[in-house]
């Protein structure tokens, strides 16, 4: 643990130092935030502010990972086990998230169409589960209170393309506010990386912690008010990623409970849509995704954000909770 908290450490001193260069060349670039019309109109001001500040996270994983990945292969052992499943996952949803972060900036409005993003999610989390399910022989669950985990087979594929693709578009969803995705995925890392601790994975351990650490970095600039934004860049790779950890330590079942904030977001705009075309024309919330409908209740953005996170935090104890049982 001693040597993850540490690699978390070096993590977020090389995101912070290189966060203001970013921001600069993002400005340079012209790569900033469009704001919906149909948002809530406290949020005009966020126009302009750079987005894909994923790669403030991004970058530096990849870059600390990748050497540490290196050294092992000319014969150190500074990482032992290669986790290259979730890196290669992260660089695959950060390039689909960039591009739908440029062409909504640079082509169009509304960047890439949601059924090709789609597609490719689909795709890409298709790899992934056939990837851990026939060269990591992962194929089981975990039930808390059950002491064996249960073998389900071929089902795991399915179920893991399922996590991957949804958790990537909840955290997506829920990056709305300044500090709140960022917040709340920091959280639900630690706790997943408490769980792959107590069960001896410390490789994952490290990769969970170094992540950590650049979310944190990224923090220090996207707190509120935001100089930069997680963009689809960070917020589809950091969702992804998320769920391959969990799938990786067999406790994804908790999932939905360590990472409540994220389901509860998704659900919300599941339960708009469907609500809306039952009643042709009503809404169950005022606005969704769910931090919005907070903020059009008299909430500030800070108090959505420090509200949810605290929120997160709880479930996050619970799930480490069940996850001992």
């Known amino acids: 643990m001693a040597y993850s908290l540490t690699l978390g450490t070096i993590a977020f001193l090389l995101a912070v130092i290189w966060g203001r260069p970013l921001i600069h060349l993002l400005r340079h670039r012209g790569i900033g935030k469009r704001i919906r019309i149909e948002g809530p109109s406290t949020h005009q001001v966020k126009k302009g502010t ?22 092992n292969l000319l014969g150190f052992t500074l990482i032992g086990r290669s986790i290259l499943v979730p890196m290669g996952v992260m660089v695959a949803f950060g390039v689909l998230g960039a591009i739908d972060d440029l062409m909504g900036v640079k082509v169009i ?31 089981s669950i975990a039930i808390p209170g059950v002491e064996q985990k249960i073998d389900i ?25 300044d500090g709140l995705a960022g917040s709340i995925a920091a959280v639900v890392f630690v706790a997943y990386g408490v769980i792959a601790f107590l069960q001896g994975q410390i490789w994952l351990v490290a990769f969970v912690y170094t992540v950590v650490g650049a ?22 790779a950091v969702g992804a990623t998320l769920a391959v950890v969990a799938l990786m330590t067999g406790q994804w079942l908790l999932l939905p409970v360590v990472g409540f904030v994220f389901v509860a977001e998704a659900a919300s705009v599941i339960l708009q849509v469907g609500y809306f075309k039952l009643t042709k024309g009503k809404r169950l919330f005022k606005m969704a995704p769910l931090h919005h409908h907070f903020e059009l209740l008299g909430w500030s953005e800070t108090h959505v954000t420090q509200r949810f996170w605290l929120i997160g935090i709880l479930s996050a104890m619970l799930g480490i909770a069940l996850a001992l049982i």
């Open 50 to 71: 750079p987005t894909m500040g994923g790669l403030m996270i991004l970058i530096p994983v990849l870059i600390i990972t990748s050497v540490l990945n290196i050294a």
């Open 109 to 139: 409005t509304t960047g890439l169409m949601g059924r090709y993003k789609l597609l490719w999610q689909v795709i890409f989390a298709t790899i992934t589960a056939l990837f851990l399910h026939y060269v990591l022989d992962l194929r």
């Open 153 to 177: 087979g071929w089902l795991y594929i399915p179920i893991a393309v399922f996590f991957i693709v949804g958790m990537s578009n909840a955290v997506n969803l829920t990056d709305g506010l």
């Open 215 to 236: 979310t944190l970095a990224f923090l220090w600039y996207n707190a509120y008010p935001a100089e930069l934004i997680m963009g689809d860049t960070g917020s589809l």
